[in-house]
């Protein structure tokens, strides 16, 4: 799976938008990407994910570029509830290991 | 749905006692997969399961570790004999066909004293 890499540390005011981008520049053409977060003393939850395309779902939106090398996951409204630490994972879809592999991630505090 | 269930949620255990942590996946789910986390070295997958088999063991520390998967709806992870080294919290995850995303339990905290 390809590498990813993500700034540790953001913060973002409670009511704007959040924007946690992610460099993945050695992402091969059928692997897509996927983000989930891990609010304390939880388990990681699944947010979004896509292959090219943009995304939208009722949590975030994910916006590839169009050589896919980068990615930004927006949080259209920030609320207290989002502080988690936000991780970008790359994998294939017909990866016979079908693992997910985690970097360190980004850890988003929103503040009031 | 009530999700991937993890028990206990916390365990206090003294060093050379076993441990063992317990999963009860999403119905339908056929992927079931054991993580570990710690702040040294993040999260870093055990084992995961297809259909109740064994598929990749590579990231079991030690043979200390075993991990089965009886049945579609149940596994356990054990550890045998415990050392302080692995406090962890330690997840369970499974996920439906190929392509879809994995669910979380909310993980057992491990202390070994």
């Known amino acids: 799976d390809a590498k990813t890499t993500q700034p540790p540390s953001m913060d973002c005011a409670e009511g704007r938008a959040a924007n946690l981008p992610c460099n993945h520049s050695?992402?091969?053409?059928?692997?897509?990407v996927y983000w989930y977060r891990q609010i304390h003393s939880q388990g990681p939850q699944y947010i979004i994910h896509?292959?090219?395309n943009n995304e939208t779902n009722e949590m975030a939106s994910l916006i590839i570029t169009e050589d896919r090398k980068s990615s930004t996951l927006i949080l259209p409204h920030a609320t207290l509830r989002d502080t988690a630490v936000y991780y970008c994972?790359?994998?294939?879809?017909?990866?016979?290991?079908?693992?997910?592999?985690f970097g360190g991630g980004t850890r988003l505090m929103v503040k009031p | 749905d009530a999700g991937v269930i993890q028990s206990p949620r916390h365990e206090v255990t003294e060093m050379g006692q076993e441990v063992t942590l317990r999963c009860k996946p999403i119905?339908?789910?056929?992927?079931l997969f054991w993580y570990r986390q710690t702040m040294m070295r993040g999260l870093e997958l055990l084992i995961y399961?297809?259909?109740?088999?064994?598929?990749?063991d590579s990231g079991m520390p030690e043979d200390r570790f075993s991990a089965k998967m009886p049945n579609a709806s149940f596994s356990t992870l054990k550890i045998q004999p415990s050392e302080p080294r692995d406090s962890a919290v330690y997840f369970c995850?499974?996920?439906?066909?190929?392509?879809?995303?994995?669910?979380f339990g909310n993980g057992t905290r491990l202390t070994v004293t």
């Open positions: 995850a499974s996920k439906g066909s190929r392509g879809s995303p994995l669910h």
């Open positions: 050695t992402i091969s053409g059928n692997e897509y």
């Open positions: 896509g292959l090219k």
């Open positions: 994972i790359v994998r294939a879809n017909n990866n016979a290991g079908n693992m997910l592999t």
């Open positions: 119905s339908g789910h056929d992927y």
């Open positions: 399961f297809n259909n109740n088999v064994p598929i990749d």
